[in-house]
């Protein structure tokens, strides 16, 4: 299948992922002044080879944040910006317009610095929902094709599963859409205990 049905918005899975947005969306207004929001877009299950199909814009060049969620259960926060929404952003925090060329020092710190931000929002509602320690590594910046680095991310859970789940996190500013994203893979350990707690939630309706 290529995403949850809405019967499934009930599930342990989607109320994890549902209340780690909404920590983030908190984190995220604040750091921005109130400009920015967040929303969950979605929960996919989707086969590797399809994974373009569910992330816009995956074939293009994108300045990306990594970090790893890191503990017992775990898996890879992926942060997506558009450049071209991604300037107003670095200029409104940092109060320092961007080159057109390359970013700076300043601007490449807010950037690992909103990572840092979300993913410890986003590890935080993991632990608090799991019991189990799960912690944010040191992001890394880069700039590459999201598809390839997704499909990286994804390999741990692919040796298990057939089919990948992941969740995706939309941004807003103002009530408009950018076309940036929050993409968290699940690592296999992850994977396992999310089908888990959806089958114990299910035998016990």
């Not at 298990?160 to 992941?166: K, N, S």
Request: charged share 20%; glycine share 6%; proline share 4%.
């Amino acid at each position: 299948m290529s995403g949850f049905p809405e019967s499934s918005t009930s599930s342990a899975t989607w109320r994890l992922f549902d209340a780690a947005t909404r920590a983030t969306a908190d984190r995220m207004t604040t750091w921005s002044g109130g400009a920015i929001s967040l929303e969950l877009d979605g929960i996919v299950c989707v086969p590797m080879h399809e994974l373009f199909e569910h992330v816009p814009g995956a074939d293009r060049l994108a300045t990306l944040v990594l970090i790893e969620a890191e503990g017992d259960i775990g898996g890879i926060l992926t942060l997506l910006f558009d450049d071209a929404s991604l300037g107003k952003f670095l200029e409104r925090i940092s109060g320092v317009p961007v080159s057109s060329e390359e970013l700076s020092e300043l601007h490449e710190s807010v950037l690992m610095e909103t990572g840092n931000i979300l993913a410890s929002a986003f590890t935080g509602t993991i632990c608090e929902q799991s019991g189990y320690l799960v912690l944010p590594s040191p992001p890394t910046l880069l700039r590459d094709y999201a598809l390839s680095v997704l499909e990286q991310a994804s390999f741990d859970q692919a040796m298990t599963h057939d089919q990948l789940v992941l969740s995706r996190t939309r941004f807003e500013k103002d009530g408009e859409t950018l076309d940036w994203q929050l993409i968290f893979v699940p690592n296999s350990a992850m994977r396992a205990w999310l089908d888990e707690a959806d089958q114990t939630q299910t035998t016990t309706l």
